[in-house]
């Protein structure tokens, strides 16, 4: 079946513009996340949404990042007024339920290069 | 607040040898889930293997064994016949509850052949 999907793959984008970043779950999966890896290093959480609510904002790192998610399947994760320290990977996972027996399965990541 | 630590940022290993990765993490749960994810330069995430804390045994799947030391907080991971397609990076992560997945900052693993 299909996997998860995230769009753009890569996005080159001026210091100051907006962006947005979109994420296809797999279909049936409630929970979805958002992590961003910098280069080298790990994974850092941002976000996670459990059908179309998000219990836990605690990793977006200020207002200019924002999330939502409609129909309980696609995502979106705005930033806006890019700065050149939010160039990184952003990954997009999803998972069957929140609990702890879940796997993650993860999108190829959106590249975002702030200039 | 769970953390996760890989103390080793690279590694190599010759191609058919075996190489152990490293993972501690701390944490009062005493129900949780240990991952290792493997990540190559296509960037794609996946699950290589994962240990329920609750279980005694050492998972294994195929290539791929834990060393799960559940008094000590260690997770290592241990690549056994290493193939020149296990040339990535490798996260180990925890989960508890409900909680988001914390991963650790990564192994870069090189397969030599």
């Known amino acids: 079946g299909a996997g998860v999907s995230q769009s753009p793959s890569n996005k080159v984008t001026e210091k100051g513009k907006d962006v947005e970043l979109r994420c296809d779950p797999i279909?049936?999966?409630?929970?979805l996340y958002w992590y961003r890896q910098s280069l080298g290093q790990g994974l850092e959480f941002l976000i996670y949404f459990q059908g179309n609510s998000a219990p836990d904002k605690s990793g977006l790192p200020s207002d200019r990042f924002s999330a939502e998610r409609t129909g309980g399947s696609v995502s979106t994760l705005t930033i806006q007024r890019t700065q050149q320290e939010d160039s990184a990977v952003y990954l997009c996972?999803?998972?069957?339920?929140?609990?702890?027996?879940?796997?993650?399965?993860f999108g190829p990541g959106t590249r975002l290069t702030v200039t | 607040a769970q953390t996760v630590t890989q103390s080793q940022p690279e590694m190599s290993v010759q191609e058919a040898e075996t190489v152990t990765l490293s993972c501690t993490y701390d944490t009062s749960e005493n129900n949780y889930y240990l991952f290792w994810y493997k990540q190559p330069p296509s960037r794609q995430m996946i699950l290589v293997i994962r240990?329920?804390?609750?279980?005694?045994q050492n998972a294994t799947e195929n290539r791929f064994s834990v060393n799960f030391q559940k008094a000590a907080k260690s997770f290592s991971l241990k690549i056994s016949d290493s193939q020149l397609g296990d040339t990535a990076m490798y996260f180990c992560a925890f989960k508890s509850g409900y909680q988001k997945v914390t991963f650790g900052t990564g192994t870069k693993l090189q397969v030599i052949p």
């Open positions: 240990q329920e804390a609750y279980k005694q």
């Open positions: 996972a999803s998972s069957y339920g929140q609990g702890r027996t879940y796997e993650q399965y």
């Open positions: 279909s049936g999966h409630t929970a």
